[in-house]
Nanobody
């Protein structure tokens, strides 16, 4: 089992930036795909971005393409989500997740979840 701890959330004005981090411990970090999901108040949790175990392949939900960038540092057992040009619609609790593959993560097949970090974007 992999333990995941997110950090970096906060309050930011529209157009601003935040960088989320997810530190992993436990089973071998580099052997799994990693991803970010988010859940806004009153809405279901949705996929945001995934990255393959090597970091060579990434995918994003359409609403964040061109604004968000997912990356990972296997030496530090950490995955990041750089969020630029933030919009009020990005307000949500952001969750880090680990899965066997990026394809599995995109359909919600998650092996481990973090506890979440709040991102609030004011207009």
């Amino acid at each position: 089992q992999v333990q995941l701890v997110e950090s970096g959330g906060g309050l930011v004005r529209a157009g601003g930036s935040l960088r989320l981090s997810c530190a992993a411990s436990g089973r071998t970090f580099s052997s799994g795909a990693m991803g970010w999901f988010r859940q806004a108040p009153g809405k279901e949790r949705e996929f945001v971005a995934t990255i393959s175990w090597s970091g060579g392949s990434t995918s994003y939900v359409d609403s964040v393409k061109g604004r968000f960038t997912i990356s990972r540092d296997n030496a530090k057992n950490t995955v990041y989500l750089q969020m630029n040009s933030l919009e009020p619609a990005d307000t949500a609790v952001y969750y880090c997740a680990r899965g066997t593959t990026s394809s599995a993560l995109r359909i919600g097949a998650v092996g481990s979840w973090g506890q979440g970090t709040q991102v609030t974007v004011s207009s």
